[in-house]
């Protein structure tokens, strides 16, 4: 059993920064991939980056080359550095851990953007 809980959410100006953490409970952090996702009002939740044990990355199309996603697997913690912030990046972001055997999710964050 693995328990998330994402922090560093709030409000932006358009153009500035904001670095989400996810912090995991659990001895076996390490072993799962971690994943970010987004939800917009009134939209499905949609990937946002992933991050595996060894620290290989992958982003979607809308926010590479502005978010960084990395893991400290001693500090069993999660991050994405949003930077360059849109208007259109405004959503709930949650981590996810996943492995061969499940995924848990954590509460989600805030981010809003303004114009």
């Known amino acids: 059993q693995v328990q998330l809980v994402e922090s560093g959410g709030g409000l932006v100006q358009a153009g500035g920064s904001l670095r989400l953490s996810c912090a995991a409970s659990?001895?076996?952090?390490?072993?799962?991939?971690i994943n970010w996702f987004r939800q917009a009002p009134g939209k499905e939740r949609e990937f946002v980056a992933t991050?595996?044990?060894?620290?290989?990355?992958y982003y979607s199309a809308s926010v590479k080359d502005r978010f960084t996603i990395s893991r400290d697997n001693a500090k069993r913690t999660a991050y994405l550095q949003m930077n360059s912030l849109k208007p259109e990046d405004t959503a709930v972001y949650y981590c996810?851990?996943?492995?061969?055997?499940?995924?848990?999710w954590g509460q989600g964050t805030q981010v809003t953007v303004s114009s």
């Open positions: 991050i595996g044990w060894s620290g290989s990355a």
């Open positions: 659990g001895p076996t952090f390490s072993s799962y991939t």
């Open positions: 996810q851990a996943s492995s061969g055997v499940g995924s848990y």
